[in-house]
């Protein structure tokens, strides 16, 4: 028929939240696509389907929201396996269910309630095999501890890149940078950054700035650096996509705290320059091939980092000062 709708009829749920960017790095970490955003508005997919998040400064509380959807998917066992990993709770296991259908349910950081369930079938298909894992990037050779990384006064090169490289948690702020999937690097860093934006506007503006002790930098200040690193490793990532094995250079960060402006510096610019800029490096992140978390790029001709172990340095560093800060608040 002339002029006939192309678009099949859907029904699309659209989902109370009370912290738009907060609800989207979450909803991307375990899988879901942005398609647009606006103001209190976002819109994303998942395998096809679509979803609506609609921000509201009103809402109850995880724990009495009467909101919810339901997910159809060809595997529920496989989606409840990657969305776990992710971090989703678990409200029910996968079970098979009287109605026929292989359901489990999760919930998103505003209680709104998500059913998954699959049909059975009647012989079961054999599942595909575990993916390889994906190599870890080797670390470089061990440098002197004078020598400082990009992570802040009093760690060494050689401590920081093993931190983020190994299997093992960090004792200084309880990561395990390698346990994350790399896909889910990018909305990590968004939200880690968000929440440690949040921290320092919750913060009384004199504490924000009061240093504990002269060596140690106040929470203003760790939000300062946490804001530049961000950008300097969205660029990194930027570059090593598009050169091969560029010299990524020098930042010196102490410096940049040294001069004593960063405690002049507005708490709220900064912390929306954390979002901003770990937005930055969350879309960068996006656009990595599967084939590209290996490419390479050099700092200052002997340490090599891979786009993998940029993106967990990030996270490391975010998440790491995020305790600092807290930390300085307490002992200020």
Not at 279 to 289: C, T
Request: hydrophobic share 40%.
């Amino acid at each position: 028929m002339s002029g006939a709708p192309t678009t099949p009829t859907a029904a699309v749920p659209v989902l109370p939240v009370s912290d738009l960017v907060r609800a989207v790095a979450w909803y991307e970490r375990i899988g879901f696509v942005v398609q647009a955003t606006f103001d209190g508005y976002a819109i994303l997919a998942f395998d096809g389907t679509e979803l609506h998040l609609a921000e509201f400064d009103d809402l109850p509380g995880p724990q009495q929201t009467w909101s919810g959807a339901y997910l159809r998917v060809v595997d529920a066992d496989a989606v409840f396996a990657r969305w776990t990993a992710m971090g989703a709770p678990t409200i029910a296991v996968p079970a098979d269910q009287p109605y026929g259908i292989r359901e489990f349910a999760t919930e998103d950081l505003d209680g709104n309630l998500w059913r998954v369930g699959a049909p059975l079938a009647a012989d079961e298909p054999d599942l595909p095999a575990e993916p390889a894992p994906t190599p870890k990037p080797t670390a470089p050779p061990p440098l002197s501890t004078e020598d400082r990384a990009d992570g802040g006064p009093g760690t060494s090169d050689a401590q920081w890149f093993a931190i983020v490289s190994g299997d093992g948690h960090c004792a200084g702020c309880g990561l395990a940078p390698g346990e994350l999937h790399e896909r889910a690097l990018g909305a990590e860093v968004r939200d880690l950054a968000h929440a440690f934006g949040e921290d320092l506007l919750a913060a009384d503006d004199e504490a924000v700035r009061r240093r504990p002790a002269p060596e140690t930098w106040s929470p203003l200040e760790y939000g300062v650096h946490v804001r530049d690193m961000l950008a300097v490793f969205a660029e990194r990532i930027v570059r090593m996509m598009a050169e091969h094995d560029p010299e990524l250079g020098w930042w010196d960060h102490e410096a940049a705290i040294a001069d004593g402006m960063a405690n002049e510096s507005d708490v709220s610019a900064v912390a929306d320059d954390l979002g901003r800029n770990a937005a930055k490096l969350s879309e960068a992140l996006r656009m990595v091939g599967d084939d590209d978390w290996s490419r390479t790029g050099t700092r200052r001709g002997t340490e090599r980092f891979t786009i993998e172990l940029a993106a967990r340095f990030a996270l490391h560093e975010t998440v790491h000062h995020r305790a600092d800060g807290a930390r300085a608040l307490l002992n200020g």
